[in-house]
């Protein structure tokens, strides 16, 4: 599955899927970019990734703040 803010966005802006659909949907995403993660990885590329992350928890927040804060405040640590 290839990644893109516009995908997250359209994912977002889904109006025929619940929001738990939609936040799991991106969460698949997410986890997808973390599993293509290996020894090869650069660091410039693992921080991208982290970046993507970084946006998909902050989409999340608009769907549910509660979760979203949750993922924010694990990536910080």
Known sequence: MEYSKELIDKIFN??????I???????EIDATQYTNCGLETTK???AIV?????YIYKVISKINPEIGKQFLEHQDK
Do not use: A, C, F, G
């Open 14 to 19: 889904y109006k025929t899927i619940s929001n």
């Open 21 to 27: 659909e939609k936040i799991n949907r991106m969460l």
């Open 44 to 46: 410039t590329e693992k």
């Open 50 to 54: 982290k970046k993507n992350s970084r």
